[in-house]
């Protein structure tokens, strides 16, 4: 029994040898020195190459992975990130790892991981990663499409083909994966309002930080927040751009305009202005704000009191539950109750900071 992390390629044995085998006999025939019909012999000789490669790949895929599962009870999946330099990922390899290890403890079988995150969101590097996990007879593939109208195409290909795939954070239009994981962006707004409406004076108004070009995920965030305010609790909606210097910028400049002090509070929509050092306009526990959370790196603002609590989404529970549920349907042929699982996303503040920031020490660990 092992559940392992690996990067090397999968393909070996007899069909392999044999793919081997006929690519140097159709390149012999193709460069054969002094032939007159060279360039004649070239293309139809490529073209052969290619179809005999396709052939042998998807044979040697398609007779492992049917060894794997139904003999030997081995299991390889293929994660896929956004980005490799994110804390989150790493939470979410964690989760994937866990429930890895746990699955082959208690099934008695070999699951192996191949995380193929790459080091930028990069659609592009998304789409290679995915065809080179299904040459390497990957199972199954979990993965969060950057683009995701770009991955459609190779998602379905390889699903057509028998590996299981599951999705988190977005979800994919015109692909029916074995399960999604989407992001509950309303209900994390939700949380963020309800927070907020804890911290603020009673008549206090929050004021909201959001990416000046919102895509849907902000305003699904926003709409959370509405619908937990009120439009009544809501002073204004402060545009930036997604990074720390605009942050920062806009709500000074939204600080300084308040006059009459009508802000009781604020919400981020994502935590941009706590990715630096600090430059709020107020003091440590004197400001009302509430931020939905990307990176672990903002915990000092909760600690220091310069913000009230953090939304954050389950990327480690994304991680082990993707995992579970391929394992379920490809060991167990258990299929989900749900095609569309929503974990909750969670308010983390002053009461549980110390377990949430154990966590991430766990979390961060090399396995």
Not at 75 to 101: C, L, M, N, Q
Request: glycine share 8%; net charge negative; with cysteine.
């Amino acid at each position: 029994m092992r559940a392992a992390t690996s990067s090397m390629p999968l393909i070996s044995g007899p069909f392999r040898s044999g793919c081997n085998g006929f690519v140097e006999a159709v390149k012999k025939i193709a460069i054969r020195p002094g032939s007159a019909n060279l360039g004649r012999l070239m293309m139809p000789a490529t073209r052969l190459l290619r179809r005999l490669l396709l052939c042998c790949l998807f044979l040697s895929s398609t007779v492992a992975r049917a060894q794997n599962q139904e003999v030997l009870g081995e299991y390889r999946i293929g994660i896929i990130g956004r980005d490799g330099s994110d804390a989150v990922y790493h939470a979410f390899h964690k989760g994937a790892s866990d429930a890895a290890r746990d699955l082959a403890v208690n099934d008695s079988i070999d699951i192996e991981l191949f995380d193929r995150t790459p080091q930028s969101p990069d659609p592009e590097a998304q789409i290679e990663a995915v065809s080179q996990l299904f040459v390497e007879e990957a199972d199954g593939i979990v993965i969060s499409p950057v683009d995701p109208a770009a991955l459609q195409p190779v998602l379905t290909f390889v699903s057509g083909q028998g590996v299981e795939v599951v999705l988190f954070e977005a979800t994919v239009e015109d692909f029916n994966p074995l399960a999604s994981f989407p992001a509950d962006e309303t209900e994390a707004g939700r949380l963020a309002g309800l927070a907020a409406l804890k911290e603020m004076p009673r008549s206090g108004r929050a004021a909201i930080l959001i990416d000046r070009n919102a895509d849907a995920n902000m305003r699904a965030r926003l709409d959370g927040i509405r619908s937990s305010l009120g439009y009544r609790r809501i002073y204004g909606i402060v545009e930036c751009e997604p990074d720390y210097n605009s942050a920062i910028e806009a709500i000074q400049q939204a600080t300084e305009a308040d006059v009459n002090d009508l802000i009781g509070g604020w919400i981020f929509l994502d935590d941009w202005p706590l990715l630096g050092l600090p430059a709020l306009p107020w003091k440590p526990g004197k400001g009302d704000c509430v931020a939905i959370q990307s990176s672990p790196s903002t915990l000092m603002y909760l600690e220091r009191e310069y913000i009230d609590a953090l939304i954050v989404h389950p990327y480690y529970e994304w991680g082990y539950e993707s995992v579970k549920t391929l394992i379920d349907k490809l060991h167990k042929g258990t299929d989900p109750e749900e095609a569309v699982i929503l974990l909750p996303p969670q308010t983390i503040d002053w009461r549980n900071i110390d377990t949430y920031r154990a966590n991430w020490t766990a979390w961060m660990k090399e396995d």
